[in-house]
Each structure stands twice: as structure tokens, then as C-alpha cells.
């Protein structure tokens, strides 16, 4: 499987922007690249997947490289509650099985 | 929807003995996974089930068995439970391509 690679700790204030940095220089051209989180004490929560285009969705904006080798997650507006671990996982069209890496502890200040 | 069910939530086994983890899915997902996660670690793969009827081993599949049985279901067992094997368990489910929707989990202590 092709590895990511992310920052261990980011840290944000409430109502601004933030922008998680995901690494995969060796992804594949079918890999998808897939977003999770995992609040305390919960399972993961998928945020949001991306082949090559930029992607939205109500839970937060996919930028994706144009030589697809890293992508950003971008939370528009962080909440208290969007404090998480973030999970960038590459995942091929077959529907492989999701590998996790140890993700962006993402902390927001008040 | 009820999504991914995990039973039980807690768990406190002595070493040696067995038990059964159960999880069930209302989503009419057609694959099915087994996670454990270690304090302060990412998850991994113990066993997944791509389709009804097969089951696959993934990363760390040592100490445990699992049954798809059937297209809802798919539980996972400990034979003779170790002190190693306490962690959080997490189900999940998907469709091909798609997002996996996860469990709340089930905390699993051996002493």
C-alpha cells in the first residue's frame, strides 16, 4: 500500500480556518485519497474522499494536488468540536482495505 | 438509522478465557472489518470480510477467529484471551469505493 504521510500535531483557533497537510508522493493513479477523523472516546468518522478534483462537502473542502503527490484538508470554520485525529488514507478503486497511519492530532483554542 | 452496532461496549476478561464480539450493520453493506486500536496508536486490520461468505486475514489476525454470518453480522472471537489483547475493538462496514461507517466500539480489558 502507499504510505502518507502527515503531520503528528496542529493546533487552531475556534472559528478560523485550518489546513491539514497530507503527503503521498508514491500514491498510484487509482488511488483515491481518503479523509477520517476520530473524536475522543469515538470510532472514525469518515470527512471526505477525492480522486483528482477538488472536492466539497458540508463537513469540509478536499484540495488535491495537480500531480496528485499531496492534498490538504481544509476545515473552513474550526469548531471546539473539530478537535480530532485526522486520518489521510489512500485507498485504490478495487475497495482495498482502509490502512491507518497514526494522523494529525488536531487541537482548537478557544 | 442504527449504522454499525457493537455489543458489548465494555468487556473485563480473565486471562485464558473466551468471548465473542458482535457488530451488525442496517446500511446493506456488502464488506465488513475488524480493527483494534492500542492507547496513543492508529487502528489495525485483524480480519475483514469483502462479501458474504469470505473472510479475509488482515494485519494482525493472531489470537482471533471471525464469522460472517451473513450479510449484517460479522463477529469477532477470542479464543483464550491474552493481556495483550486489551484494546479498543472497532467494526465497520462499507461499500465498494465508498466511506466506511464505524462503530462506537467495544473496550476490552484482560487481566
Known amino acids: 500500500d502507499a504510505k502518507t504521510t502527515q503531520p503528528n500535531s496542529m493546533e487552531s483557533n475556534e472559528e478560523e480556518p485550518v489546513h491539514l497537510p497530507c503527503n503521498h508522493s508514491?500514491?498510484?493513479?487509482?488511488?483515491?485519497i481518503h479523509w477520517y477523523r476520530q473524536l475522543p472516546s469515538q470510532g472514525p468518522e469518515y470527512v471526505i474522499h477525492?480522486?483528482?478534483s477538488n472536492v466539497n462537502n458540508r463537513m469540509a473542502s478536499l484540495a488535491i494536488a495537480e500531480d496528485r503527490k499531496s492534498s490538504t484538508l481544509i476545515l473552513h470554520r474550526a469548531t471546539l468540536r473539530d478537535a480530532a485525529v485526522y486520518y489521510c488514507i489512500l485507498r485504490d478503486t478495487s475497495g482495498s482495505r482502509l490502512t491507518f497511519g497514526e494522523g494529525t492530532q488536531l487541537t482548537v483554542n478557544p | 438509522n442504527a449504522g454499525v452496532t457493537q455489543t458489548p461496549k465494555f468487556q473485563v476478561l480473565k486471562t485464558g478465557q473466551s468471548m465473542t464480539l458482535q457488530c451488525a450493520q442496517d446500511?446493506?453493506?456488502?464488506?465488513m472489518y475488524w480493527y483494534r486500536q492500542d492507547p496513543g496508536m492508529g487502528l489495525r486490520l485483524i480480519y475483514y470480510?469483502?462479501?458474504?461468505?469470505?473472510?479475509d486475514k488482515g494485519e494482525v489476525p493472531n489470537g482471533y477467529n471471525v464469522s460472517r454470518l451473513n450479510k449484517r453480522e460479522f463477529s469477532l472471537r477470542l479464543e483464550s484471551a491474552a493481556p495483550s489483547q486489551t484494546s479498543v475493538y472497532f467494526c465497520?462496514?462499507?461499500?465498494?469505493?465508498?466511506?466506511?461507517?464505524f462503530g462506537s466500539g467495544t473496550r476490552l480489558t484482560v487481566v
Open positions: 470480510s469483502a462479501s458474504e461468505g469470505t473472510t
Open positions: 465497520a462496514s462499507s461499500l465498494e469505493n465508498y466511506g466506511y461507517t
Open positions: 446500511m446493506n453493506h456488502n464488506s
Open positions: 508514491t500514491i498510484s493513479g487509482t488511488d483515491y
Open positions: 477525492g480522486l483528482t
